[in-house]
């Protein structure tokens, strides 16, 4: 499957527009929480939210589209709150606790959006979304490079960016166990993986 048929075939520009795109989202995000991915139509988005299948054609050709852009929404809300964050850590340097707060952070935004839970496990399950993953995690890689590249770490930029990137495919991974498994001691182990994600830059 082509990055194509991955994408809006519209982009919505009218009210009534935002809101029918904006209820199929929601409707696929309930529905793929409640069945899952496999059994998650675009018919049974359509009954579930009362629309015409033409009407939901107009915007996306099929459910992977669909499900493409809640991964995408929500890799953006986590990204955007890491930005954040890179602030504190160009002004006052590395802290391991900062970056507990940070995993913490990224938990809870999975948690919060519509189906998150279900989106990031589909996102992870399914070759066809692979790309978003990969392109989500380039986009950080090179936003919390720029960042840290103003600190005295004694790495070299190819060094800093490797290591980055090791530690964004860290966080996720742990971010995806944590939500995944309620019962987790979810505290220590968003602690430990600090830990792991601060020796990486200081070592």
Not at 33 to 60: H, M, Q, S, V
Not at 83 to 105: C, H, K, M, P, Y
């Amino acid at each position: 499957m082509t990055s194509k048929h991955l994408e809006r075939r519209t982009t919505p520009l009218q009210t009534r527009a935002n809101k029918t795109v904006k209820l199929i989202l929601e409707t696929a995000a309930r529905l793929l929480e409640e069945i899952g991915f496999e059994e998650l139509t675009t018919n049974k988005i359509c009954k579930a939210a009362d629309l015409t299948p033409p009407a939901l054609y107009r915007y996306f050709p099929n459910k992977y589209a669909i499900v493409s852009e809640l991964a995408k929404q929500l890799m953006d809300l986590q990204n955007t709150a890491v930005a954040e964050s890179s602030v504190n850590i160009r002004q006052d340097g590395l802290d391991v606790n900062r970056t507990a707060t940070i995993l913490s952070g990224q938990v809870q935004i999975t948690r919060d959006f519509p189906g998150g839970v279900a989106v990031l496990k589909t996102m992870y399950a399914t070759p066809q979304l692979v790309e978003v993953r990969l392109t989500s995690h380039e986009e950080l890689t090179d936003g919390l490079s720029s960042s840290l590249m103003n600190l005295d770490l004694g790495l070299t930029e190819a060094e800093l960016r490797r290591r980055v990137r090791l530690m964004i495919e860290i966080g996720n991974s742990v971010v995806e166990m944590v939500v995944e498994n309620p019962g987790m001691d979810e505290a220590t182990m968003i602690q430990d993986t600090a830990e792991v994600m601060h020796f990486l830059l200081t070592k």
